[in-house]
């Protein structure tokens, strides 16, 4: 990956975007994690500092961690962060939900709901500012479906969605040398988590994103078969599943907000 290229492709479609739809600010969620982190640069270096307004919405779930480096961030780019804590709406959600559907633990429904009540709160937020929301998910995700349809995927523009998610890594690397460290270390070196339940990992629930992405690049980018994907050398177990997911979640990508195309 030229890093330079895709840097400058990624700045002109966020440009060029919120040029033709007449914006000037600009929304984001941030979790503490490596994607809306690299989002959150990569719209200040466009919009300008004043114009990017990061909220973080914790839950039971968000580790210390996440909060630290959040406001981290925000720090580096001289930006003030808003914090809205979602438990007593999500208890308010889950104490009504019980009274038709018992609610034991939290499994994927409520993990989503969790998602989606921090979609609404930065829709108001757009609303109230006359900004558009960014949608920080990146390919990896988009591809086998690992987002909430109406939640973290609420936005008007998903800048780093044509980046697999080692791509991000390597893209936030780069800007890190360019610009003087803007992306703290302790997010570099965190491991990846949707934080919506108890120690959550998310290569518990996919697979290694080394495996993924480079499984991912033969299937759809290179349109590979699954035997063709095996003679390689990789496990046709994994295989198979990495290719169910994306045969399953089309209807996902087909919802979700327009990315920046970098081929």
């Known amino acids: 990956?030229?890093?330079?290229?895709?840097?400058?492709?990624?700045?002109?479609?966020?440009?060029?975007?919120?040029?033709?739809?007449?914006?000037?600010?600009?929304?984001?969620?941030?979790?503490?994690?490596i994607d809306s982190a690299l989002s959150s640069v990569l719209v200040v270096d466009v919009l300008g500092t004043p114009n990017l307004h990061p909220i973080f919405m914790p839950s039971?779930?968000?580790?210390?961690?996440?909060?630290k480096n959040a406001?981290?961030?925000?720090?580096?780019?001289?930006?003030?962060?808003?914090?809205?804590?979602i438990n007593s709406i999500l208890k308010e959600y889950l104490e009504i939900l019980n009274e038709q559907f018992p609610i034991n633990h939290i499994q994927i429904p409520e993990e989503n709901l969790q998602a989606?009540?921090?979609?609404?709160?930065?829709?108001?937020?757009?609303n109230r500012k006359h900004a558009l929301v960014i949608a920080p998910g990146n390919r990896s995700e988009i591809l086998t479906g690992y987002c909430t349809l109406?939640?973290?995927?609420?936005?008007?523009?998903?800048?780093?969605g044509d980046l697999y998610k080692t791509e991000i890594y390597q893209?936030?690397?780069?800007?890190?040398?360019?610009?003087?460290?803007?992306?703290?270390?302790?997010?570099?070196?965190?491991?990846?988590?949707?934080?919506?339940?108890?120690?959550?990992?998310?290569e518990d629930e996919l697979?290694?994103?080394?495996?993924?992405?480079?499984?991912?690049?033969?299937?759809?980018?290179?349109?590979?078969?699954?035997?063709?994907?095996v003679g390689a050398g990789y496990d046709r177990e994994v295989?198979?599943?990495?290719?169910?997911?994306?045969?399953?979640?089309?209807?996902k990508v087909k919802q979700l907000p327009p990315v920046v195309k970098l081929g």
Not at 71 to 85: A, G, S
Not at 116 to 126: E, K, P, S, Y
Not at 150 to 160: F, K, L
Request: charged residues 35%; contains cysteine; negative net charge.
């Open 239 to 251: 295989v198979e599943d990495i290719v169910n997911r994306v045969k399953r979640n089309r209807f």
């Open 171 to 202: 893209l936030a690397l780069w800007i890190n040398r360019k610009e003087n460290n803007p992306i703290p270390e302790s997010i570099l070196e965190q491991e990846p988590s949707a934080e919506l339940n108890k120690d959550q990992r998310d």
């Open 150 to 160: 109406y939640g973290d995927t609420v936005g008007a523009i998903a800048p780093i």
């Open 116 to 126: 989606r009540i921090r979609g609404n709160i930065l829709m108001w937020f757009a």
């Open 71 to 85: 406001y981290k961030l925000c720090k580096n780019l001289d930006i003030e962060l808003t914090e809205i804590n």
């Open 1 to 33: 990956m030229n890093e330079e290229v895709v840097y400058k492709k990624i700045k002109d479609g966020i440009r060029e975007f919120f040029e033709a739809n007449k914006f000037k600010k600009a929304i984001i969620g941030l979790s503490g994690g």
């Open 207 to 229: 697979h290694p994103y080394d495996i993924l992405d480079i499984v991912l690049k033969f299937y759809v980018d290179e349109e590979k078969s699954i035997k063709e994907i």
């Open 60 to 67: 039971e779930f968000t580790s210390e961690t996440s909060r």
